[in-house]
């Protein structure tokens, strides 16, 4: 047939998903990350491990809504997840060492949100956003209103201290939350997982035409990626020692992976890891600059590079490139 | 009527199996009855078209027998399994096909990604690495290996109707569902249209095909069923269905005439 002749090649058979070459940049990002610790940072060191730990954890956050967000469910419900991560780690953290109680939140976040995926599979775009919003403020109110011996009520709730308050071990936790964040982000892209995401998202009738599993596959999505919200979740519970239902359950934190993503570059790996670390760092530093009306100036430094880059960061790093979104 | 007694049971005595068996399939949407009580046969490797005039009902009975809609009564048998209650899925993983009258690439991936889609999710148990090699080979059969690394957008219509077809074929299907593929379609493309559904059909697919292109039907259909109003008023050859006064009534006074 007319293909055959004009190109023989299966070339396009073997092309690995993602190609050695473009794992560069995300490699360069977590040596950098890993090496920050170690930079003579001077005086104000603590003050820029805080600002790097936490940045870490706006990765972490990120990312794993970006793999939400890869099968079609633009999703409102992240600080719901990473409230559950955080409470959880906070109450089972009484009964159990860290180091179990930090899986089991995440595990327990995860099948919540198995609940939440099968509630809304049948909705789309705005309407599954809305959905995602209540069901936020429903696990909001739920905790808020358990007895305060339960979960600490309105007020909040003391949480001890990861690896006993050292900032560097802080550090290195929650540089290996996000790298497993970015391996598993990274495994998708290279399984069927993938295939099924981009289908889903990009025609949801077609794709069950197709045989598709819609509902395996977007719950699936669900798990993994609420999952790894509570990790971040569990993160900033053990660095703040003190959490409360109305800042951790706060819109900010639904909305912040969403606009970070999408500053990043959607759909990718890097993308939303680069996001958080270009928009934390200019958050500080507009902060330090101009106290009054920084969130002013920051916004707009928002709505401008999205108006001007529809692909975000990762559009300015492959500009005239096809294909291979990592 | 004759026809309907007839084909409401599956005929036995048939030499060739029965892929696809509706039996006595209706749907409503509230008042209207858009498909009322439609009984048809598929034997294996034939090519069948379901014709009729506008408003007929043809696109609700694909939807039907895809899964879009489950039907208000009757039943459907795929290969001898009643599929009634199966979603679309399942009726993939089943072997039937579907391709769309509006063409649906996936946008934001290259052809062959799109077709990787249907052979890695048609049937279960296809690893990865398997599904590229028969997307391959499926741009390859439908003349499009040359444009496997483009985007499903810088294709032509024609393109896109063979990637629609590629696609389906990719899940491996017994029955392949065809919703006029040749709409839009330039007279030369159409006769390329129509080689490519009868190579098909001669890889072991049966076709059923909704076509308004009278020649077309006479070109590729086996077998037509006639629709009116969402009832089989004829089937048969199409020598046959185009004698009948009763499918000449229907058409009559109908802008596209039947010789359109």
């Known amino acids: 047939m007319e ?15 993602v190609p050695l070459r473009s794992l560069l940049p995300l490699g360069l990002f977590f040596l950098l990350a890993l090496a920050f610790p170690f930079l003579p940072l001077g005086e104000r ?3 820029l491990m805080q600002i790097a730990f936490f940045t870490l954890v706006a990765g972490v956050l990120a990312l794993s809504w970006d793999i939400l967000a890869r099968s079609g469910q633009v999703s409102l419900a992240h600080a719901a997840f990473y409230g559950l991560g955080a409470y959880g780690f906070a109450l089972l953290g009484k009964v159990m060492p860290w180091f179990l109680a930090m899986p089991a939140a995440a595990l327990l976040a995860g099948l919540i949100s198995l609940v939440l995926g099968a509630v809304t599979m049948r909705l789309s775009g705005m309407y599954f956003a809305i959905a995602t919003l209540a069901f936020t403020e429903v696990v909001r109110t739920i905790i808020q209103n ?11 709730l003391l949480v001890p201290a990861l690896l006993g308050g050292n900032a560097r071990a802080q ?46 596959y977007k719950l699936l999505a669900f798990f993994i990626s609420s999952v790894l919200a509570a990790l971040g979740g569990v993160l900033y519970a053990g660095k703040t020692f003190f959490i409360n239902p109305l800042e951790t ?6 909305i912040a992976p969403l606009t970070t993503s999408i500053f990043g570059g959607l759909y990718t790996t890097l993308g939303p890891i680069l996001g958080a670390t270009v928009l934390r760092v200019a958050e500080e530093v507009l902060h330090n600059a101009i106290k009054n009306g920084y969130l002013v100036v920051y916004g707009l430094v928002l709505m401008l590079s999205i108006l001007w880059l529809p692909r975000g960061l990762m559009g300015l790093l492959r500009r005239g490139k096809r294909g291979g979104d990592v | 009527m004759t026809v309907m007694a007839a084909s409401s049971q599956l005929p036995a005595a048939s030499q060739r199996d029965v892929v696809l068996w509706a039996e006595g399939l209706s749907k409503r949407f509230g008042g209207l009855l858009a498909v009322q009580n439609v009984s048809f046969s598929q034997y294996d490797g034939e090519i069948l078209a379901v014709i009729g005039p506008n408003g007929a009902g043809k696109t609700t009975l694909l939807n039907l027998l895809s899964g879009v809609y489950r039907p208000s009564s009757g039943r459907l048998h795929l290969l001898g399994r009643d599929v009634t209650a199966e979603p679309m899925e399942a009726r993939c993983h089943a072997g039937l096909g579907r391709a769309f009258q509006i063409v649906r690439p996936f946008p934001e991936m290259t052809v062959h990604e799109n077709v990787t889609v249907g052979a890695l999710f048609g049937k279960p148990g296809v690893s990865l690495a398997q599904a590229r090699e028969r997307a391959y080979d499926l741009l390859e059969r439908t003349g499009l290996a040359a444009h496997a690394d483009k985007e499903a957008h810088e294709l032509t219509l024609l393109q896109d109707k063979r990637l629609e077809v590629a696609r389906a074929l990719a899940t491996g299907p017994r029955v392949l569902l065809l919703d006029e593929v040749m709409a839009g379609l330039r007279p030369g493309e159409a006769q390329e249209a129509v080689e490519l559904v009868r190579s098909v059909r001669d890889s ?12 077309v039907v006479r070109d590729l259909a086996d077998r037509v069923v006639v629709m009116d109003q969402g009832q089989v ?15 000449v009534a229907a058409y009559l006074g109908t802008e596209e005439g039947l010789h359109a």
Do not use: C, W
Not at chain 1, 146 to 156: H, M, R, S
Not at chain 2, 237 to 247: K, M
């Open chain 1, 3 to 17: 293909g055959r002749a004009l190109d023989g090649s299966r070339a396009v058979v073997r092309r690995p998903d």
């Open chain 1, 45 to 47: 060191a603590e003050y």
């Open chain 1, 146 to 156: 358990l007895p305060e011996g339960a979960a600490g009520g309105a007020n909040g």
């Open chain 1, 171 to 216: 550090y290195f936790l929650a540089f290996g939350i996000l790298l497993l964040t970015a391996l598993v982000s990274l495994a998708i892209r290279r399984s069927r997982l993938h295939h099924a995401f981009a289908a889903i998202r990009q025609g949801e009738e077609t794709a069950r035409v197709l045989g598709v599993s819609v509902v395996k």
């Open chain 1, 249 to 254: 359950f706060s819109l900010a934190n639904s």
């Open chain 2, 204 to 215: 072991g697919v049966s076709v059923l095909f909704i076509e308004h292109i009278m020649p």
């Open chain 2, 233 to 247: 008023i004829a089937e048969g050859t199409y020598h046959e269905v185009t004698a009948n006064p009763q499918v």
